[in-house]
């Protein structure tokens, strides 16, 4: 089950309903989790995350607590997640501003390029997608340098 939410406190309800019912849960956004425990209470449950859009601003009371720096905490936790652009609400280029937040935090490029795809497919149960194997469906881009260069066009 999709669970969209993104306070701390609703985060710790849908722990408590997993242990009780015993259903697979997918935390949806999360970003105003912003404690390291509160991570992996979730991480504990077996509940994986499915972060972002980052930087959607404290418009309304769920995200009090948005901040960038609450990937450092996600990161720390060993959570198992992914990244979202929650497009079209967000744009999808906002992906390369969520994962170099994670990388400052000691993600590498490998495992950013992880998030969006091997990880994220897992995550949705995708079990022939996210690699470039035999067997599996792929969209690809190519770079003509680092991905994570702005000045690196596809």
Request: glycine share 6%.
């Amino acid at each position: 089950m999709m669970v969209h939410l993104h306070k701390e406190d609703d985060a710790m309800v849908l722990v408590e309903l997993v242990k009780e019912f015993g259903f697979k849960a997918v935390l949806n956004h999360g970003l105003d989790i912003y404690r390291e425990d509160a991570f992996r209470t979730i991480k504990e449950a077996g509940i994986p995350v499915v972060y972002g859009p980052m930087d959607s601003f404290p418009y309304k009371v769920e995200l009090k607590h948005e901040s960038w720096r609450n990937a450092q905490a996600l990161l720390k936790s060993g959570a198992k997640f992914c990244m979202m652009s929650d497009h079209p609400v967000i744009l999808q280029r906002n992906m390369f501003y969520t994962l170099r937040h994670f990388m400052r935090f000691g993600l590498t490029k490998a495992q950013a390029i992880s998030k969006v795809t091997k990880e994220a497919a897992e995550i949705l149960g995708f079990e022939n997608a996210g690699e470039i194997k035999p067997g599996f469906v792929a969209s690809l881009s190519v770079w003509n340098d680092d991905p994570f260069l702005t000045s690196s066009p596809p």
